[in-house]
């Protein structure tokens, strides 16, 4: 070190000099190692606190060790940074891994004395819960500053107890564990402190519990989350916990980052700004080089504002740290390469000068100092000859970032002349379009109680979005039924009024919405009875969802639950449901998707629904009575559960619709198995019962979020007479014995949708047998008759509906149940002559595999198939327009005279 060096070095820090003071020549000692000349690795940093404390077995010396290394850490860190030994950015990891690894410490030191007091935390599964330490801020980016707090949040698994003989809950214990780490870092002693601790960004604040579990903090998030935190959470790191802390922060993510272009950023930006402006002005702070105009704040809410806004679609942009942000801002033309190369320059002198600031005198402050003496070190340390040089050029920096700051937040995005038209004139042109009734029916809103008692911030929001949504309701296909279906949902959201601002700021969503409202009032209807589902709406990327997602998006929502919650089980497995069922409507609406794809994606979330709900039921009902039991000792588990759910029907088919109920039959394999093994044992059939009356219950039972599905379980052995779950051997003896002919034909369509694999395999195995017995032909074909006789009179048209050219795609000849009719019959009829008719219980492939065994000529199967899907197609569009299925019959009378004239051929 040269003499110039070491006189730069004592004037620059007078922090610094205070260390080298105190430490007794170890700051030469590791000078001499050149230990100063080189940055550290985390496993360095680990390994120095490794070696510090490993021979350490009391607090007070534990404490005293770990201040005397930060000491000499942080000596080492200015010196370099004076210097020009290191940058910002390998400074601010540097630092960021010895918090990580002081947290680390003193979480594992502060662990044995509470067990030993308490016992192991267990949570309600049995496990050992572990304390997850969420890093928030900059030390969440790993950018933290040089006397920087550290912001923290406490979190563990799931509630229990301890099983020591002094016994406290699992959150009790946490709280002291989060608390000994709090005091063995943050406590000031004669050799100082290591990190300042900061749990105010826990939910709730300073009032609340300092540790919670991670269902609280989900319900947290989901329904207290404000604005600002989604900005606080960007950063969020768990430094501890293991698989529990990285699924904490995926949980984050979702509170974080809207699936859609969320736009409504900006506003919580703006608000945020302002508040921090007030600040600013009130403490005279203006020289702030964090807070102040053009300062780092500004910075990282430009980078935040768009990580907020497009992070949902760009994941890219979810990334923690604010510089690798900004260059995916670059790499994804949100931002040109000057601005980028600019605010990226801002950042580090800003940092640079934040660190140097801090470094005079370890205290965390961002203000320029006013004392010449403390001037003077400052600009030392940043290598400027006099102050004013410095202001100057800091200026320049904080200039270029306020320009970029007003340009692209101040301002609102794309703004529109329709911003600029009054409220009033939208009005008028919404108004020469509408009839008097549609008109008395806005006055009513706007004069309703609702509105007129509406918190001055939800009627300005409300004012501004009118224009919008007039505008669009103008340019709708049918903007009188798009109005009247809309403004009931806007009725119903005007409390959480945040959906009109994203509406306002995102206008794709806004004309999807309302052309969607001129195509279904049940998509309307849906959304009014169930606002949430509104947020799924703004997220639709208008792409069907694919299987393996839904599974994953399911079973991920269920885990974070208790098998107790049942309420939030239910609400999830009903939010699961209507929202992809929602999601399937509007793409089917907006992009015109193919029916048979859009009955497969039904028909993927029913299935996914009842997998899951029988599993929850098997585990509510073996938590309580236990598992069922072999005589061989082998236990039913989730994955030999022992029972499957048969689907019918529509669902059997593979050919859902939006409305469609589920017809199922409950199937068991307990009869070899004994009592349950809990301590309130019962009978394998029992259980069977009981597990079958839970699903019944957690799928049709009536909440505020409706229900999953209305299920039908008539086509059970015996109907409505019958056990409401039978054992396979029991429904196999019922096939061959009981069952009437039009039974037969409802196995047509029947197949195995959840359950055990090896259950639902000998299903299938009995279903092709009963179907390719061999029939007799006439007695097939009468008995097919009668049946569709006698449906055609109980719910075919009318008399007088059939002269008056009504028809009933349904139910009337030519309809869709003559189609399904044919299909069942060629089964019954042909199938024991090639048993691969028996195979698939969808009619499309039944026609084909028909034709392909010569039962029916190709053309016919082609027509049968054309005419059914045009049928099902004109059905799930009356079914989203709330329509009945009687159309007019002069529409369809080519369709129902091919249908008709095979139907001849194939009974007479």
């Given at each position: ?39 550290l ?11 510090t404390?490993s021979?350490?077995?009391d ?25 020009g ?29 509470l ?24 030390h969440?980016?790993?950018?933290l ?18 099983n ?17 780490i ?17 749990m ?28 600002w ?37 900006f ?13 600013v ?14 300062g ?22 979810q990334?923690r ?5 900004l260059?995916?801002?670059y ?6 390469q ?82 600029n ?11 020469m ?10 006055e ?36 009188q ?60 990327d208008?792409?069907?969802?694919q ?20 309420e ?22 907006l ?15 029913a ?14 009902t ?51 198995y004994?009592?349950?093994d809990?301590?309130?044992?019962i ?12 699903f ?9 979020d409706g ?6 379980t008539?086509?059970r052995?015996?109907?409505d ?18 069952a ?5 034909q409802?196995l ?20 092709c ?37 009504i ?11 003559d ?41 016919d ?40 004239a ?7």
């Open positions: 070190m040269n003499e110039k060096q070491q006189q730069r070095t004592q004037q620059s820090s007078l922090y610094a000099t205070q260390v080298m003071q105190s430490m007794d020549g170890i700051w030469q000692q590791d000078y001499a190692k050149d230990q100063f000349l080189t940055a690795s985390q496993q360095d940093i680990q390994q120095l606190l490794q070696d404390l021979d350490v077995q607090e007070v010396t534990w404490m005293r060790c770990i201040r005397q290394l930060r000491a000499r850490l942080m000596l080492r860190w200015i010196w370099q940074d004076c210097n030994l290191t940058d910002v950015i390998s400074l601010t990891q540097q630092l960021s891994y010895f918090a990580d690894a002081c947290i680390v410490a003193a979480k594992d030191f502060a662990r044995p004395a067990v030993a007091k308490h016992g192991e935390p267990i949570g309600a599964d049995g496990t050992v819960q572990d304390l997850v330490v969420i890093a928030m801020g900059k969440g980016a790993e950018e500053n040089l006397s920087s707090d550290i912001d923290l949040i406490f979190c563990f698994a799931q509630n229990g107890e301890t020591g003989r002094k016994c406290i809950d699992v959150q009790q214990f946490c709280i002291f564990w989060g608390q000994k709090i005091y063995l870092l943050d406590h000031v002693t004669a050799d100082g402190f290591v990190f300042r601790v900061d105010r960004l826990r939910p709730w604040g300073d009032g609340s519990a300092l540790a919670l579990s991670y269902a609280a903090l989900e319900k947290y998030l989901i329904q207290h989350g404000r604005e935190e989604r900005y606080a959470w960007i950063k969020a790191r768990a430094i501890t916990g293991g698989t529990a802390g990285e699924e904490i922060i995926r949980l984050s993510r979702s509170f974080v980052f809207r699936r859609y272009v969320d736009y409504t950023a506003a919580a930006m703006r608000e945020m700004k302002g508040m921090i402006n007030k600040e002005a009130r403490r005279n702070t203006a020289d702030d080089v964090k807070l102040g105009a053009g780092i704040r500004e910075i990282e809410f430009i980078v935040q504002v768009f990580q907020l806004i497009y992070g949902g679609s760009h994941l890219k942009l990334d740290q604010c510089l690798i942000a260059k995916h801002l790499d994804d033309h949100f931002l040109d000057t601005a980028h190369d600019e605010l990226r320059t801002a950042y580090l002198y800003l940092r640079r000068v934040e660190h140097a600031i801090q470094a005079l005198q370890d205290q965390q402050t961002q203000n320029l100092p006013q004392e010449n003496e403390l001037r003077l070190r400052l600009i030392y340390a940043l290598n400027f000859d006099t102050w004013q040089a410095f202001m100057d050029d800091l200026n320049i920096h904080r200039n270029k970032v306020s320009h970029y700051f007003k340009h692209l937040i101040e301002q609102p995005m794309n703004q529109e002349q329709l911003e038209q009054s409220f009033e004139m939208l009005s008028e042109e919404l108004a379009i509408l009839d008097d009734e549609t008109k008395a029916r806005i009513r809103f706007w004069h309703s109680q609702t509105v007129q008692h509406l918190p001055s911030t939800a009627e300005q929001r409300l004012r501004k979005f009118w224009p919008l949504f007039s505008q669009a309701i103008v340019q709708a296909d049918r903007p039924a798009a109005l009247l279906r809309l403004l009931p949902l806007l009725e119903s959201i005007l409390r959480r009024s945040v959906y009109l601002v994203m509406l306002t700021e995102n206008r794709g969503a806004l004309q999807r919405l309302v052309k969607m409202a001129s195509s279904s009032p049940w998509i309307c209807e849906e959304l009014v009875q169930y606002p949430v589902l509104l947020d799924e709406f703004l997220s639709l208008f792409e069907f969802p299987r393996e997602d839904l599974q994953q998006n399911l079973r991920q929502q269920l885990l974070r639950l208790e098998l107790n919650d049942v939030d089980i239910m609400r999830v497995l009903r939010l699961f449901k209507k929202s992809n069922v929602l999601a399937v409507a509007a793409s089917d609406i992009a015109e998707s193919p029916l048979m794809r859009v009955s497969d994606v039904l028909t993927d979330i299935e996914i629904s009842v997998n899951a709900t029988l599993n929850l039921a098997f585990q509510m073996a938590q309580r009575y236990g598992v069922p039991v072999k005589n061989n000792g082998e236990r039913a588990s989730l994955d030999q559960i022992g029972m499957a759910v048969v689907g019918y029907g529509k669902l059997g088919g593979i050919e859902l619709g939006y409305g469609s109920d589920l017809d199922l039959v409950f199937l068991h394999d307990y009869q070899d004994t009592e349950t809990g301590k309130k044992a009978s394998g059939m029992e259980f069977a019962m009981r597990c079958t009356q839970k019944m219950s957690l799928m049709t039972t009536q909440t505020l229900r999953v599905y209305e299920v039908d008539r086509l052995p015996n109907g007479a019958g056990v409401l779950v039978s054992s396979l051997k029991q429904f196999e003896q019922y096939q061959y014995q009981h009437w002919l039009w039974e037969h409802a047509v369509r029947a197949r195995s949708v959840a359950g055990d694999a090896d259950l639902c395999q000998k299903f299938e195995q009995i279903r047998a009963v179907l390719t017995q061999q029939r007799e032909l006439a007695d097939v074909k009468q008995q097919v008759l009668e049946m569709r006789e006698k449906m055609l009179n109980h719910l075919g048209s009318k008399a007088h509906e059939s002269q008056a050219g028809f009933h795609l349904k139910h009337d000849r030519g309809g869709i149940v189609i399904e009719f044919m299909a069942q019959f060629l089964v019954l009829a042909f199938s024991h002559q090639d048993a691969q008719l028996a195979h698939y219980s969808d009619n499309v492939r039944i026609f084909q595999d028909a034709a392909s065994a010569g039962m029916i000529s190709r053309d199967a082609d027509l049968l198939i054309m005419a059914y899907l045009l049928e099902r197609g004109e059905s799930h569009r009356l079914a989203l327009d709330n329509q009945s299925l009687r159309v007019q019959a002069e529409a369809w009378q080519v369709t129902r005279e091919q249908v008709c095979i139907w001849e051929q194939l009974f007479h």
